[in-house]
């Protein structure tokens, strides 16, 4: 009875390891299946998104793990595969995006979507955004179906339609809206952080936990049209070209939340002494002015990162140089902070502003306002700890957005949601990064960050 007993438990205890996967042997495929990806041309507009989603179907149901797809444009579908877990923790949904940016064919020395392989690197639309993620994300369901792991909760895989281009709703606003209870999820998982490396070793990673969130306006400003030979004082552009000169200067107040001051107290423990002392210098009201102005002026992404931002981007008016318009109006690409009051916001603008004759219009806003995700939850702890057991000496960097990703329409719907992404150095993020011209990914890259989300879900996931 007691040799039964102990067989008995030695089998339990076999069952709840975690699995051990040999990423080494794992790199053909994830290869393979990352640049399969990348030759499906699913540029949004128009999408056709379709087509990924019948691949990533295909090779899901050949593993036994069954899919459903959700579509609102036939063309532009979604998927959803589950692989049950025994109902101790709620669910985890790791999801990444089908769909890609155009390409200008033009600027791209190889074929944007052959999945060209280059000095190292893996060429083409999507490379870095989103198909990486993609492949992440479908490696390991296929590995944890493999492995049989003993899950105390479902993994939920998202193949989303439409996050770079969807006035209509077709990916996670449709998938909000019309099917949540097969997203629902207790922490979610997607793009939105990074790695960066430099001289061949990765020294920051960022685990993307806030995002600023699209608020635009448009000022518009009317007045008496007639010929431009007759200067008028109620002339539409005059009033425009002052409201956006005093809006495009006007330095909103800064505010810091959790994120983004442990960002710069992080930050700064990596950083030169001079740097350092400017990220430091955020936190001090007395020398908190001139770091501002030094990132205005030297690196602006992070002084974004500090403020509720206001940029002009386009402006319309007139119909010929002897004409004045009776109408002019400016579009302002406002960025808010997750917790800014927006209809205050607007008033401030408008005292700003300080011209009745200019009108603020808001804008259909395309994503909720949402709140940070907690720096101590049990996901990102565990982000973190896999981040550090990875790449030791590397800071680990929560980091706030200053674009937006479908986390936004997650964390409204109370899921904290945090973004991870592969490690680029700081030449190729600004020359061949997402969106860019030319999109490139190091090979070496690609394997790293499918083992790192491997890694992080499993220890989420899997029984032990």
């Keep these: 009875m007691k040799l039964v007993s102990l067989a008995f438990l030695v089998s339990v205890a076999a069952l709840a390891q975690p699995p051990r996967v040999d990423f080494e042997k794992q790199k053909a495929e994830i290869l393979d299946r990352y640049r399969t990806l990348i030759r499906l041309d699913t540029s949004s507009p128009p999408g056709n998104e379709t087509i990924a989603v019948e691949y990533l179907k295909k090779v899901l149901e050949a593993e036994g793990i069954p899919t459903e797809t959700f579509a609102q444009d036939p063309k532009r579908a979604n998927l959803v595969a589950r692989l049950k877990g025994n109902g101790t923790k709620k669910p985890l949904l790791i999801l990444a995006h089908t769909d890609v940016v155009p390409v200008q064919r033009e600027k791209w020395p190889v074929d944007p979507f052959a999945a060209v392989m280059k000095d190292g690197y893996v060429w083409g639309r999507g490379s870095q955004d989103d198909k990486p993620h993609l492949t992440a994300t479908l490696m390991t369901m296929l590995l944890l179906k493999r492995s049989g792991a003993v899950l105390d909760r479902d993994v939920i895989f998202l193949a989303e339609s439409g996050e770079e281009a969807d006035p209509t709703g077709v990916g996670i606003n449709f998938m909000v809206a019309q099917h949540f209870p097969k997203i629902e999820a207790e922490f979610a998982i997607t793009e939105g952080g990074g790695a960066t490396l430099d001289g061949g070793r990765l020294i920051a990673l960022n685990i ?257």
């Design 208 to 464: 993307g936990t806030a995002e600023k969130v699209p608020a635009r306006v448009r000022l518009v400003s009317n007045g008496t049209s007639g010929h431009g030979s007759v200067p008028r004082q109620d002339n539409a552009l005059t009033h425009l070209a002052g409201a956006v000169q005093k809006v495009g200067t006007w330095q909103t107040p800064m505010r810091l939340n959790e994120t983004t001051r442990t960002y710069f107290e992080k930050l700064a423990t990596m950083s030169t002494p001079e740097k350092a002392a400017v990220y430091n210098g955020l936190l001090n009201p007395a020398t908190a002015e001139a770091s501002q102005r030094y990132l205005m002026e030297n690196e602006p992404s992070r002084y974004s990162m500090l403020r509720t931002s206001v940029v002009p981007t386009m402006l319309k008016a007139g119909v010929g140089p002897n004409v004045i318009p009776s109408e002019a109006e400016a579009t302002l690409d406002i960025r808010a902070l997750p917790d800014e009051n927006i209809p205050a916001f607007y008033e401030e603008m408008k005292r700003i502003i300080g011209d009745p004759a200019v009108k603020i219009v808001p804008m259909v806003m395309t994503r909720p306002f949402s709140p940070a995700s907690p720096l101590g939850s049990e996901a990102y702890r565990t982000l973190e700890r896999v981040a550090k057991r990875m790449y030791p000496g590397a800071t680990i960097l929560p980091s706030m957005s200053t674009g937006a990703s479908d986390m936004a329409q997650l964390r409204a719907k109370g899921i904290p949601s945090y973004g991870i992404g592969p490690a680029s150095t700081e030449s190729d993020r600004i020359n061949y990064g997402a969106h860019s011209d030319v999109e490139r990914l190091l090979e070496s890259s690609l394997y790293q960050f499918v083992e790192f989300t491997w890694n992080a879900v499993t220890e989420l996931s899997v029984h032990r």
